[in-house]
């Protein structure tokens, strides 16, 4: 078997098995560099996102609830910031750092952070996953819309493991994201209800567009995956926030 080199690697030209048509990490980067606008509206979030609004305003009230103390916070697939934002309004200020692939997206974000928080702002441009993070160390992680860019069981679960690892004790993640389901009947069914939505929302091409670029980008797992996932890694408190079609909000406490 063929060893990639750390180049190859970094240049996003290795795919895991049977994700080989999926795009690489420089296609994702590329792609967030040119959208950073769609992702910049505090009042609406992502738009193709069922209830973004409302994720947004649960997965931060969550954050403020479970931790008494919140001086570090990491905003893991940060975009424009919006999450950090959110969580400003409830317990700024406080020291955050800001990862994302794209230095666009960063570079708003740390704009927007910045104007309203007198906490230090840290930027990470990269994929989490290589990203050189101190453990035991982060009283609040956002994950949200960055996960389902993972591919295969173990993406997965050295993905959580790394996430377990840089909470600190009594410390929370908080997950937004698209979802699949377990049976075929379900995923169809909630499949087509975010097509309507979409379709709704825009068009029908729209709907097309959006439906071309999950097949071609993303590989989401089930929720009940992703909890189970949590638990495995050794969180004990998990908690499901919210669930509408083939999104979800949840997160969990580590003890």
């Given at each position: ?17 049977g ?14 560099n ?11 979030g992502q ?9 947004m ?16 916070v ?12 959110r969580?400003l ?24 952070v910045?104007?309203?928080n007198?906490?230090r ?25 960055v ?9 997965w ?7 377990y ?20 009947a379900?995923?169809g069914m909630m499949?087509?209800?975010y ?5 709704g929302?825009d ?12 097949e071609k980008?993303?590989s989401?797992?089930?929720v009940?995956?992703?909890l189970?996932l ?9 908690e499901?926030l919210?669930?509408n ?11």
């Amino acid at each position: 078997m063929a060893v990639a080199s750390s180049e190859e690697k970094k240049k996003g030209k290795v795919m895991k098995k049977g994700f080989e048509n999926k795009s690489t990490v420089a296609q994702i980067r590329e792609r967030f560099n040119d959208d950073v606008e769609r992702f910049s509206n505090l009042e609406t979030g992502q738009t193709s996102t069922v209830d973004a609004s409302l994720v947004m305003e649960l997965l931060t009230s969550a954050a403020a609830s479970s931790n008494n103390k919140i001086s570090h916070v990491l905003d893991i697939g940060c975009g424009a910031g919006n999450n950090t934002l959110r969580l400003l309004e409830k317990v700024g200020p406080f020291d955050c750092d800001l990862l994302d692939l794209s230095e666009a997206m960063l570079t708003r974000a740390k704009t927007r952070v910045e104007a309203v928080n007198t906490g230090r702002v840290a930027l990470y441009q990269g994929d989490f996953r290589d990203a050189d993070l101190p453990t035991d160390h982060y009283d609040v992680i956002i994950a949200a819309a960055v996960l389902h860019h993972l591919r295969d069981d173990d993406d997965w679960l050295r993905t959580f493991e790394k996430i377990y690892a840089i909470t600190a004790p009594g410390g929370s993640v908080w997950i937004s994201d698209l979802v699949s389901h377990e049976t075929e009947a379900v995923q169809g069914m909630m499949w087509q209800r975010y097509g309507d939505y979409l379709t709704g929302l825009d068009s029908e091409a729209y709907k097309t567009k959006v439906f071309d670029y999950i097949e071609k980008e993303d590989s989401p797992r089930p929720v009940t995956y992703q909890l189970d996932l949590l638990r495995k890694v050794g969180f004990e408190q998990v908690e499901l926030l919210h669930k509408n079609s083939c999104f979800a909000a949840f997160g969990a406490i580590k003890a």
